[in-house]
């Protein structure tokens, strides 16, 4: 299967399909129109230009119609259609949010007490979890009762998850969780930009017909019909001409998007282990009354994005977004006999309970914290104890690199059990926007007395100090988090910050800077947490293109990140020096990059760390797979890999929109004895 940064480039190169696509199809309409145009042109004047008692053929009819009226024509469509794409493409320009809206989808608030919606919420959560994905926003289209779902966005950043609300009360949780994963595969593999672009450049080809009709529309019933008609007849040619863009639209979306539906499929079912659910989810739309359909008067603009054929169509199979039922369900599970699962399927209520604030998969919130801190270690009790801990890793930098975007079952049980482990009562603060934000801020909070109060008069000197109490009231249920909890904790948190308003969220990345710089030093884990925070709550810019830079261009930005890791993977001697340990692991992450050797660099900041990821944003996708796979040699330079190293690789995928599963969920419990 394909890598992370090899679907990304796809996509890209699908984008450029999608452009030459769109061209030809705005040749075709443009043609057609002009044909109107000369068509009409012809019937009303051809008498003044054809001597009388002679029958010209339809090419000669056509050559007399004079130039200017083709040019008009095809500069008058072409203005229409490309204003109308870049009108679409300009509102869809907040991304995930932007669609969502356009469909009527109501986003969920983290802290819903809805059964149905919180089992969505819990499945998404596992799901970011084990994907290092940040957790998206989740909507539901309420009102639809069809099974269907879609994942849009402009990065992994910015993704959103949306269901309907059939969806919920059709399917059980192994199903929903098959669905979910194959969504989840859209957001790694790049297909969410390209279906976005996809929504404002058709708008443009269709309109046409949009115009026809509202024409149509306007002269039933006139009171002059003789001089209706010539106008009603024009309508009726325009709107048979729109039915041409959507002609052209169904087939650009046909062929971009019906092989992705397959790989997003395999995928869900490589994520979650479990053929059943994503074979039983497609089997239930073939046995639903509503099937996949939606409803809603935007669903042919969307009818790609979905997760089955949301919309009817003629011509079945040339016209269709998705691969039938049949097919797709053989792919992903050979063997699946329909009756018998059917059988033996849960009810979609019956399983809810148990995900509702309660165990998962049947484990105690006791064995679950047992499971997470023999298999990811009790990293930092109060004080980052254990912090250097770190494991045996047998994986090359490029096989390293591999698993950025994987989408590996074992992770899914993982963050299940990470999840669980985490505090009741903290897990409901961190579905308040107020409770998340104070939560954030107490990660951040030293554990001795004295220094946690000089962080907490500095928050109430810059006039925060009801956020300061409410950091200290948090640091209660954070302070004895494994450092293994520490980036869920903040993915979890993030979803309700995101719902406060956006000076809110400012306040928010000012106070962690104070609660950071109070005791006059930066720690790494420091650095982590502000520069997440920083790249999910920041102000998004319009979005742009894809990054085309390649690492050549941008070596002094890759050096700083390069020593940032080295920095962080190698220890001082007794003469306080790194020396030849770290040299070598620069030497191997230069190597790796094909890049000049470079000493690390001295003089560190948070500010030129940061810069330097800005940066490196940049980056063509597989030239971010070479930069991923240097710092996986610096990492790995020892042969093993640390706690800080891991959660800084994390960062660095975080920002550069390259997420990383958690990469310590084996660490020998023994090692925790001390």
């Not at 948190?493 to 005791?519: C, F, G, M, Q």
Request: aromatic share 4%; with cysteine; glycine share 10%.
């Amino acid at each position: 299967m394909a890598s992370f940064f090899e679907n990304q480039d796809l996509a890209r190169r699908n984008t450029r399909l999608l452009v030459v696509m769109y061209f030809l199809a705005v040749v075709g309409v443009i043609i057609a129109v002009d044909l109107v145009l000369a068509g009409t042109w012809i019937y009303g004047f051809a008498d003044l230009y054809v001597p009388k008692g002679r029958s010209p053929g339809p090419i000669a009819l056509l050559g007399a119609v004079p130039a200017k009226v083709y040019l008009l024509g095809a500069m008058g469509t072409a203005l229409v259609i490309f204003a109308v794409s870049g009108w679409n493409i300009m509102q869809l320009g907040g991304g995930g949010k932007a669609v969502a809206e356009m469909v009527g989808a109501r986003r969920v608030s983290p802290d819903t007490r809805d059964a149905l919606e919180r089992r969505l919420m819990n499945v998404v959560e596992e799901m970011s979890i084990a994907s290092g994905v940040r957790v998206p926003g989740v909507y539901v289209m309420d009102g639809e009762p069809g099974i269907n779902a879609f994942a849009a966005g402009y990065d992994v950043s910015d993704s959103i998850v949306a269901v309907t609300r059939g969806t919920l009360e059709t399917l059980n949780r192994d199903e929903l969780q098959g669905v979910v994963a194959h969504e989840f595969s859209h957001i790694l593999n790049g297909d969410m930009r390209l279906n976005i672009r996809m929504i404002g450049v058709l708008a443009g080809i269709v309109f046409i017909g949009s115009i026809g009709d509202f024409i149509m529309r306007s002269q039933r019933g006139g009171s002059d019909s003789k001089g209706a008609m010539p106008i009603f007849l024009g309508g009726l040619a325009l709107l048979i001409i729109g039915y041409i863009g959507l002609v052209f639209a169904r087939l650009i979306k046909a062929a971009v998007s019906r092989q992705r539906e397959f790989l997003a499929d395999a995928s869900s079912v490589q994520f979650t282990r479990n053929p059943d659910g994503i074979a039983g989810a497609l089997d239930q739309i073939g046995v639903s009354s509503s099937g996949a359909l939606i409803v809603n008067r935007r669903a042919e603009d969307v009818s790609h994005m979905f997760f089955g054929q949301g919309i009817e169509v003629k011509l079945s199979g040339l016209f269709d977004t998705h691969p039938p039922l049949e097919e797709r369900i053989e792919h992903v599970h050979a063997r699946f006999d329909r009756a018998s699962y059917r059988k033996s399927r849960a009810s979609a209520v019956a399983d809810v309970p148990a995900d509702v604030e309660g165990p998962i998969k049947g484990i105690s919130q006791k064995d679950a914290a047992a499971a997470v801190l023999g298999a990811a270690g009790a990293m930092g009790f109060a004080g980052r104890r254990g912090a250097d801990l770190g494991t045996g890793w047998g994986r090359s930098a490029g096989a390293s690199a591999q698993l950025v975007g994987s989408m590996e079952g074992g992770k899914v049980d993982y963050a299940a059990r990470l999840l669980q482990s985490l505090p009741a009562g903290l897990r409901e603060k961190l579905r308040d926007p107020a409770g998340a934000r104070a939560a954030m801020v107490a990660l951040l909070l030293a554990p001795k007395e004295d220094v946690m109060k000089v962080q907490l008069d500095a928050l109430t000197a810059k006039g925060m100090g009801a956020l300061a109490g409410e950091a200290r009231a948090a640091e209660a249920m954070t302070r004895r988090l494994t450092t293994a909890l520490h980036l869920p904790m903040i993915d979890l948190a993030l979803p309700a910050v995101k719902s406060l308003p956006e000076e809110e969220r400012n306040t928010l990345i000012t106070a962690l800077e104070v609660v950071i710089h109070s005791d006059r030093r930066v720690s790494l884990h420091e650095f982590v947490v502000l520069t997440i925070a920083r790249s999910q709550l920041a102000p998004r810019g319009k979005p742009g293109a894809a990054g085309s830079k390649r690492v050549a261009d941008v070596q002094g930005a890759a050096v700083i990140v390069l020593s940032l890791v080295a920095y962080a993977g190698t220890r001082q001697d007794a003469s306080g020096q790194r020396g030849a340990v770290l040299t070598a692991a620069m030497r191997a992450g230069t190597k790796e990059m094909g890049i000049p050797d470079a000493d690390a660099v001295t003089a560190l900041t948070l500010e030129v760390a940061a810069e330097a990821l800005e940066v490196l944003k940049g980056l063509a996708p597989m030239q971010k797979a070479i930069l991923v796979k240097g710092l996986f040699a610096v990492v790995t330079n020892d042969g093993s890999i640390r706690v800080m190293e891991a959660e800084l690789m994390r960062m660095v995928g975080a920002v550069l929109d390259c997420p990383l599963p958690p990469l310590l969920d084996t660490i020998d419990p023994a090692t925790l004895a001390a």
